[in-house]
């Protein structure tokens, strides 16, 4: 009986050989995704599976209803195209991200032009930690004034009504918070100052707060990027709100 034999490099092998190889090969990947609360989870996943099925798995972890708002994003190293890209729930992983590892970011995609129209309390929550977090990143340009304010909500959203006994001078630097890039202490003093007016709002009457100063915003929900030889600008509100 002839048996078939497949060139591998410099010597044959077995064709049947060659297959149980390829099937000793890893089928799973593990995704590592960094959340906008600072939390990180990692899901596994065939290789084979469209990407469609990490977002799934991301969705179902955080509960989230509407989801049409969110994607993941990745970073491009090649060469041309260096920074963050979003990843396309149609494709494979392998064929959009080199890795491994694979890492990935949850973020806001769609910016709804008014907030307070989303129907999940949970849905404003991330797009409250989205905003705050274009602040620290400096995507979201506004004066120190308008990024007092936004603070003070995000204070009283994070540790409740201003205490004095509790709230001694420099709290906000001990407890760490940050909202600018470059943040200096007379910053963190307005925000003290505003902070003490939102006694009685709950954390989700200090987030909606947020988004509603927030949305008024000229850089609220645009996205500023680079295409080789220019700068591009996007808006990227839903239409449907």
């Known amino acids: 009986m002839s048996m ?3 060139s591998s490099g410099s010597y044959n092998v077995r064709a049947s050989e060659m297959a149980h190889l390829v099937d000793r090969q890893p089928k799973n990947v593990h995704c590592l995704v960094h959340f906008l609360d600072d939390a990180d989870e990692t899901f596994e996943m065939d290789k084979r599976q469209k990407a469609q099925y990490l977002l799934d798995k991301v969705f179902e972890h955080l509960e989230l209803v509407e989801k049409d708002y969110f994607g993941l994003q990745f970073m491009d190293m090649a060469p041309a195209d260096e920074g963050l890209r979003w990843l396309d729930p149609l494709k494979t992983i392998k064929k959009q991200c080199r890795g491994p590892p694979y890492e990935f ?9 008014d907030p307070s129209k989303l129907s999940e309390e949970y849905t404003r929550y991330h797009f409250f930690l989205q905003v705050r977090q274009d602040m620290l990143s400096g995507k979201l340009v506004c004066s120190e004034g308008q990024a007092a304010v936004l603070a003070s909500y995000a204070v009283q959203s994070e540790l409740g009504d201003f205490n004095p006994e509790e709230h001694k001078s420099g709290y906000l630097h001990d407890h760490g918070f940050m909202f600018l890039p470059n943040q200096t202490p007379e910053f963190e003093q307005l925000v003290a100052d505003k902070h003490r007016q939102h006694r009685g709002q709950t954390p989700a009457d200090a987030e909606f707060n947020f988004l509603e100063r927030a ?9 500023l990027h680079s295409a080789r030889v220019r700068v591009s600008m996007s808006v990227i509100h839903d239409p449907r709100l």
């Open 4 to 6: 078939k034999l497949v």
């Open 105 to 113: 970011y949850f973020r806001v995609k769609f910016y709804v032009s």
């Open 215 to 223: 949305k008024r915003l000229e850089m609220y929900g645009v996205d």
